[in-house]
């Protein structure tokens, strides 16, 4: 087998490093969507809250679309509370992330599934999405940056599946 020159070398330990950097990033992002849906199903929501940005937006789809801190501490802290009060429960599934890396930013697109008692007349009932994450590299680590749920797909009572 033939050596490669220095240079050769040194490009290829290069490239390495990038595909590195590259898998410890999509893990750090699936890591930072992970403890937010563990937040979320803990009712923990300052935790889920430092999953965000600053500057960070959610299109919330059906309800509504969160710009900046203030609003999605409103979301977590007063919303979330109250549809837990009223009987309303969810529990959220996450499947088939497609993870992109560019540099600081990176975007993903993720299936899910809620299961979850509606408040309003306290019965079970399936919903399915489609979620766009975009995520920024911050001196702290990798945050949620623009959120969009897609596509509601279905929102059916369970019983009638």
């Known amino acids: 087998m033939q050596e490669g ?10 490239k390495l490093q990038q595909r590195v950097q590259t898998m410890e ?17 803990d009712a923990r929501w300052e935790n889920a809250l430092e999953c965000f940005a600053e500057e960070a ?20 802290t007063e919303f979330m509370p109250t549809f837990e009060e009223a009987g309303g429960w969810a529990m959220d599934l996450l499947a088939d992330p497609v993870i992109h890396v560019r540099g600081d930013e990176a975007e993903a697109r993720w299936f899910l599934l809620t299961l979850l008692i509606d408040p309003d ?11 766009e994450y975009e995520y920024e590299r911050k001196s ?7 959120n969009r749920c897609i596509h509601e797909h279905i929102l059916a009572p369970y019983d009638k599946g």
């Not at 020159?5 to 290069?14: A, K």
């Not at 990033?25 to 199903?41: F, G, N, P, V, W």
């Not at 937006?57 to 977590?76: N, Q, V």
């Not at 702290?140 to 623009?146: A, C, L, P, S, T």
């Open 5 to 14: 020159s220095l240079e050769d070398l040194t490009e290829e330990i290069r």
């Open 25 to 41: 990033d999509r893990e750090a992002i699936r890591d930072l969507t992970a403890s937010y849906m563990q937040a979320m199903h």
């Open 121 to 131: 007349n306290q019965k079970p009932a399936w919903s399915m999405a489609t979620l």
């Open 140 to 146: 702290e680590g990798w945050k949620f940056v623009r």
């Open 57 to 76: 937006e959610y299109d919330h789809g059906l309800l509504g679309e969160l710009r900046g801190k203030a609003d999605l501490r409103t979301f977590y």
